[in-house]
Antibody, heavy 118, light 112 residues
Framework: QVQVQQWGAGLLKPSETLSLTCAVYGGSFSGYYWSWIRQPPGKGLEWIGEIHPSGSTNYNPSLEGRVTISVDTSKNQFSLKLNSVTAADTAVYYC????????????WGQGTLVTVSS | DIVMTQSPDSLAVSLGERATINCKSSQNVLYRVNNKNYLGWYQQKPGQPPKLLIYWASTRESGVPDRFSGSGSETDFTLTINSLQAEDVAIYYCQQYYTTPRTFGQGTKVEV
Protein backbone atom coordinates (compact mmCIF):
# COMPACT_ATOMS: atom_id res chain seq x y z
CA GLN A 1 0.00 0.00 0.00
CA VAL A 2 1.29 3.41 -0.95
CA GLN A 3 1.76 5.99 1.78
CA VAL A 4 2.69 9.60 1.18
CA GLN A 5 4.09 11.71 4.00
CA GLN A 6 5.02 15.37 3.78
CA TRP A 7 6.74 17.92 5.97
CA GLY A 8 8.16 21.42 5.95
CA ALA A 9 8.03 24.85 7.54
CA GLY A 10 4.56 26.19 8.21
CA LEU A 11 5.22 29.88 8.89
CA LEU A 12 7.14 32.15 6.56
CA LYS A 13 7.74 35.87 6.20
CA PRO A 14 7.17 37.65 2.90
CA SER A 15 10.05 37.21 0.43
CA GLU A 16 11.22 33.97 2.06
CA THR A 17 11.36 30.59 0.33
CA LEU A 18 8.77 27.90 0.93
CA SER A 19 10.31 24.44 1.19
CA LEU A 20 8.36 21.19 1.50
CA THR A 21 9.33 17.54 1.06
CA CYS A 22 7.24 14.47 0.39
CA ALA A 23 8.28 10.86 0.97
CA VAL A 24 6.67 7.89 -0.71
CA TYR A 25 6.50 4.51 0.98
CA GLY A 26 5.41 1.35 -0.78
CA GLY A 27 4.42 0.84 -4.37
CA SER A 28 6.37 2.02 -7.37
CA PHE A 29 8.05 5.42 -7.23
CA SER A 30 9.71 5.32 -10.60
CA GLY A 31 6.64 4.68 -12.70
CA TYR A 32 4.68 7.81 -11.92
CA TYR A 33 4.73 11.56 -11.96
CA TRP A 34 4.59 13.12 -8.48
CA SER A 35 2.77 16.39 -8.01
CA TRP A 36 2.20 19.37 -5.75
CA ILE A 37 -1.21 21.01 -5.35
CA ARG A 38 -2.23 23.87 -3.08
CA GLN A 39 -5.49 25.14 -1.61
CA PRO A 40 -5.86 28.63 -0.11
CA PRO A 41 -8.06 28.70 2.98
CA GLY A 42 -11.70 28.29 1.98
CA LYS A 43 -10.87 28.13 -1.72
CA GLY A 44 -10.37 25.58 -4.47
CA LEU A 45 -7.45 23.45 -5.63
CA GLU A 46 -4.56 24.78 -7.69
CA TRP A 47 -2.11 22.44 -9.45
CA ILE A 48 1.47 23.66 -8.91
CA GLY A 49 3.50 21.17 -10.89
CA GLU A 50 4.88 17.67 -11.15
CA ILE A 51 8.08 15.70 -11.51
CA HIS A 52 8.95 12.29 -12.89
CA PRO A 53 11.77 10.36 -11.23
CA SER A 54 13.65 10.72 -14.53
CA GLY A 55 13.81 14.43 -13.69
CA SER A 56 11.23 15.65 -16.19
CA THR A 57 9.14 18.49 -14.76
CA ASN A 58 5.99 20.40 -15.64
CA TYR A 59 4.98 23.60 -13.89
CA ASN A 60 1.92 25.79 -13.75
CA PRO A 61 2.75 28.86 -15.85
CA SER A 62 1.13 31.03 -13.18
CA LEU A 63 3.98 30.08 -10.82
CA GLU A 64 6.77 29.38 -13.26
CA GLY A 65 9.86 31.34 -12.41
CA ARG A 66 9.25 31.02 -8.67
CA VAL A 67 8.77 27.26 -8.34
CA THR A 68 11.21 24.38 -8.44
CA ILE A 69 10.32 20.73 -7.95
CA SER A 70 13.15 18.27 -7.44
CA VAL A 71 13.46 14.55 -6.78
CA ASP A 72 15.74 12.26 -4.79
CA THR A 73 15.22 8.79 -6.17
CA SER A 74 17.58 7.23 -3.61
CA LYS A 75 15.11 8.17 -0.89
CA ASN A 76 11.83 8.06 -2.89
CA GLN A 77 11.33 11.72 -2.05
CA PHE A 78 10.42 14.83 -3.98
CA SER A 79 10.48 18.46 -2.91
CA LEU A 80 8.88 21.80 -3.62
CA LYS A 81 10.55 25.18 -3.39
CA LEU A 82 8.63 28.39 -3.98
CA ASN A 83 10.61 31.58 -3.65
CA SER A 84 9.65 35.18 -2.93
CA VAL A 85 6.45 34.18 -1.14
CA THR A 86 3.70 36.65 -0.35
CA ALA A 87 0.46 36.44 1.61
CA ALA A 88 -1.19 35.16 -1.58
CA ASP A 89 0.86 31.96 -1.23
CA THR A 90 -0.80 31.14 2.09
CA ALA A 91 -2.44 27.77 1.54
CA VAL A 92 -2.55 24.11 2.44
CA TYR A 93 0.03 22.43 0.25
CA TYR A 94 -0.48 18.83 -0.75
CA CYS A 95 1.76 16.33 -2.47
CA UNK A 96 0.10 13.57 -4.45
CA UNK A 97 0.82 10.80 -6.91
CA UNK A 98 0.50 12.33 -10.32
CA UNK A 99 -0.62 11.17 -13.68
CA UNK A 100 0.19 7.83 -15.21
CA UNK A 101 -1.57 6.50 -18.29
CA UNK A 102 -4.82 5.99 -16.39
CA UNK A 103 -5.32 8.17 -13.38
CA UNK A 104 -3.92 10.89 -11.20
CA UNK A 105 -4.32 11.85 -7.56
CA UNK A 106 -4.98 8.41 -6.12
CA UNK A 107 -2.61 8.93 -3.18
CA TRP A 108 -2.18 12.20 -1.26
CA GLY A 109 -0.09 13.52 1.58
CA GLN A 110 -1.84 14.84 4.65
CA GLY A 111 -1.33 18.47 3.69
CA THR A 112 0.78 21.23 5.23
CA LEU A 113 -0.65 24.64 6.08
CA VAL A 114 1.86 27.28 5.05
CA THR A 115 1.13 30.76 6.34
CA VAL A 116 2.97 33.79 5.01
CA SER A 117 2.83 36.68 7.42
CA SER A 118 5.13 39.46 8.57
CA ASP B 1 -4.72 26.44 -20.10
CA ILE B 2 -7.84 24.27 -20.13
CA VAL B 3 -10.51 25.94 -18.01
CA MET B 4 -12.78 23.63 -16.04
CA THR B 5 -16.19 25.02 -15.08
CA GLN B 6 -18.46 23.20 -12.68
CA SER B 7 -22.16 23.73 -12.12
CA PRO B 8 -23.83 24.36 -9.83
CA ASP B 9 -21.52 25.91 -7.23
CA SER B 10 -23.64 24.28 -4.53
CA LEU B 11 -26.69 22.09 -4.21
CA ALA B 12 -28.85 20.71 -1.45
CA VAL B 13 -30.20 17.20 -1.83
CA SER B 14 -32.42 15.17 0.44
CA LEU B 15 -31.04 11.95 1.87
CA GLY B 16 -31.74 9.10 -0.53
CA GLU B 17 -32.15 11.42 -3.49
CA ARG B 18 -29.83 11.94 -6.47
CA ALA B 19 -27.18 14.63 -6.80
CA THR B 20 -25.89 15.66 -10.22
CA ILE B 21 -22.79 17.78 -10.77
CA ASN B 22 -21.67 19.02 -14.17
CA CYS B 23 -18.18 19.83 -15.38
CA LYS B 24 -17.35 21.51 -18.67
CA SER B 25 -13.85 21.79 -20.10
CA SER B 26 -12.82 24.57 -22.46
CA GLN B 27 -11.00 22.02 -24.64
CA ASN B 28 -11.47 18.40 -25.57
CA VAL B 29 -9.86 16.02 -23.05
CA LEU B 30 -10.51 12.87 -25.07
CA TYR B 31 -7.29 11.13 -26.12
CA ARG B 32 -8.28 9.50 -29.37
CA VAL B 33 -5.40 6.99 -29.39
CA ASN B 34 -7.05 5.01 -26.57
CA ASN B 35 -10.51 6.66 -26.62
CA LYS B 36 -10.14 7.72 -22.97
CA ASN B 37 -11.22 10.99 -21.42
CA TYR B 38 -8.56 12.28 -19.04
CA LEU B 39 -11.01 13.61 -16.49
CA GLY B 40 -11.17 12.78 -12.79
CA TRP B 41 -13.59 13.49 -9.96
CA TYR B 42 -12.61 14.06 -6.32
CA GLN B 43 -14.45 14.32 -3.04
CA GLN B 44 -13.04 16.56 -0.30
CA LYS B 45 -14.26 16.72 3.27
CA PRO B 46 -13.16 19.43 5.73
CA GLY B 47 -9.61 19.04 6.96
CA GLN B 48 -8.86 16.18 4.57
CA PRO B 49 -7.03 15.88 1.25
CA PRO B 50 -9.17 15.19 -1.80
CA LYS B 51 -10.12 11.58 -2.46
CA LEU B 52 -10.17 10.23 -6.00
CA LEU B 53 -13.60 8.87 -6.89
CA ILE B 54 -13.58 8.52 -10.69
CA TYR B 55 -10.87 8.50 -13.33
CA TRP B 56 -11.05 8.26 -17.12
CA ALA B 57 -14.36 10.12 -16.67
CA SER B 58 -16.32 7.00 -15.77
CA THR B 59 -14.07 4.41 -14.08
CA ARG B 60 -14.72 4.11 -10.37
CA GLU B 61 -11.62 4.03 -8.17
CA SER B 62 -11.20 0.89 -6.08
CA GLY B 63 -13.29 0.99 -2.89
CA VAL B 64 -15.60 3.79 -4.04
CA PRO B 65 -19.29 2.96 -3.50
CA ASP B 66 -21.22 2.23 -6.66
CA ARG B 67 -23.70 5.03 -5.95
CA PHE B 68 -21.00 7.29 -7.44
CA SER B 69 -20.87 7.28 -11.22
CA GLY B 70 -19.26 9.42 -13.89
CA SER B 71 -20.27 10.02 -17.47
CA GLY B 72 -19.59 12.26 -20.43
CA SER B 73 -17.01 12.72 -23.12
CA GLU B 74 -14.81 15.33 -24.81
CA THR B 75 -15.90 18.55 -23.06
CA ASP B 76 -18.99 17.74 -20.99
CA PHE B 77 -18.99 15.52 -17.94
CA THR B 78 -21.28 14.59 -15.07
CA LEU B 79 -20.81 13.12 -11.61
CA THR B 80 -23.93 11.46 -10.26
CA ILE B 81 -24.44 10.42 -6.66
CA ASN B 82 -27.40 8.09 -6.40
CA SER B 83 -29.23 7.74 -3.11
CA LEU B 84 -27.25 10.43 -1.27
CA GLN B 85 -25.94 9.41 2.12
CA ALA B 86 -25.06 11.73 5.02
CA GLU B 87 -21.37 10.89 4.58
CA ASP B 88 -21.48 12.23 0.99
CA VAL B 89 -21.71 15.83 2.23
CA ALA B 90 -18.52 17.31 0.81
CA ILE B 91 -17.06 19.47 -1.93
CA TYR B 92 -16.59 17.75 -5.27
CA TYR B 93 -13.98 18.75 -7.85
CA CYS B 94 -13.35 17.72 -11.42
CA GLN B 95 -9.83 17.80 -12.87
CA GLN B 96 -8.50 17.33 -16.35
CA TYR B 97 -5.18 15.52 -16.66
CA TYR B 98 -5.09 15.52 -20.46
CA THR B 99 -2.44 18.20 -20.49
CA THR B 100 -0.50 20.50 -18.21
CA PRO B 101 -1.32 22.51 -16.22
CA ARG B 102 -3.68 19.88 -14.87
CA THR B 103 -6.54 22.19 -13.98
CA PHE B 104 -9.38 21.76 -11.50
CA GLY B 105 -12.94 22.98 -11.52
CA GLN B 106 -13.89 25.49 -8.84
CA GLY B 107 -15.74 22.87 -6.79
CA THR B 108 -19.36 22.04 -6.03
CA LYS B 109 -20.56 21.90 -2.44
CA VAL B 110 -23.10 19.17 -1.76
CA GLU B 111 -25.27 19.57 1.32
CA VAL B 112 -28.24 17.77 2.76
Amino acid sequence: QVQVQQWGAGLLKPSETLSLTCAVYGGSFSGYYWSWIRQPPGKGLEWIGEIHPSGSTNYNPSLEGRVTISVDTSKNQFSLKLNSVTAADTAVYYCARGADNAKTGDYWGQGTLVTVSS
Amino acid sequence: DIVMTQSPDSLAVSLGERATINCKSSQNVLYRVNNKNYLGWYQQKPGQPPKLLIYWASTRESGVPDRFSGSGSETDFTLTINSLQAEDVAIYYCQQYYTTPRTFGQGTKVEV
